[in-house]
């Protein structure tokens, strides 16, 4: 029963290029979020989807990030042109259903690192 | 804004202590849940409570709700040097898509 997976579990890019990050749900779940982890801070959330739908992309930056699930295949949390800024650590979830009450279910993580 | 501030921000015990960690936050809630995480690694889940739970046990650990004083508290008991992680709380505010507001962490140091 695999949970939630990210690869790569750590990215390196230099400043301008571009970072795709992967997200596989656990088997049977439909929703997807993206969070990032600064050092020493807590998670933020920065969008949410179903399959083939943005639900809600308030945490996005305005520039340069971009998300998709879909219908078939992983989401992907895609930062082009990245800066030194966007190092963090990139966390996906994923529930079953939509609402409160769910437990979100984390991956491991991608380490973005950018030199 | 943040919502979900946890206290105290670090906390160093003695295994075998209990470590009691609170978290408060700022607007009405549908579930309020606690992760743990091991340094450098993911999240672990640990416990959700529902906005109409007061109490919920699970294993060596206890919480609590209070949804008058909008806050929460994890207590560990018997605690063990494996429990060394940061712990966060993460509100699931209503009506807002079950996206996951997190605090900034307690870092719990459990010494052998």
């Known amino acids: 029963n695999a949970g939630v997976m990210q690869n790569p579990r750590h990215l390196v890019r230099r400043r301008g290029q571009e970072a795709r990050l992967r997200c596989s749900p656990m088997k049977g779940h439909s929703h997807v979020y993206w969070y990032r982890q600064l050092p020493e801070e807590g998670l933020k959330f920065m969008v949410y989807l179903q399959k083939e739908n943005i639900i809600d992309e308030s945490g996005m930056p305005k520039e340069r990030f971009s998300a998709e699930f879909p219908k078939e295949g992983p989401s992907i949390l895609r930062i082009q042109q990245v800066v030194r800024g966007d190092s963090a650590a990139y966390f996906c979830a994923s529930t079953g259903l939509a609402g409160g009450s769910y437990e979100q279910y984390f991956g491991p993580g991608t380490r973005l690192t950018v030199t | 804004s943040q919502q979900g501030e946890e206290d105290p921000q670090a906390l160093s015990i003695q295994e075998g202590e209990n470590a009691t ?52 508290s994890l207590l560990i008991t018997a605690s063990r040097a494996a429990d060394t992680a940061s712990y966060f709380c993460a509100t699931d505010a209503s009506g807002a898509n079950s996206k996951l507001t997190f605090g900034k962490g307690i870092t719990l140091s459990v010494r052998p």
């Open chain 2, 21 to 72: 960690m609170n978290c408060s936050y700022k607007t009405s809630i549908n579930n309020l849940q606690w992760y743990r995480q091991n340094s450098g690694r993911g999240l672990v889940h640990l416990i959700l409570i529902r906005s109409n739970e007061r109490e919920k046990h699970s294993g060596r650990l206890r919480v609590t709700l209070d949804t008058s004083k909008k806050s929460s």
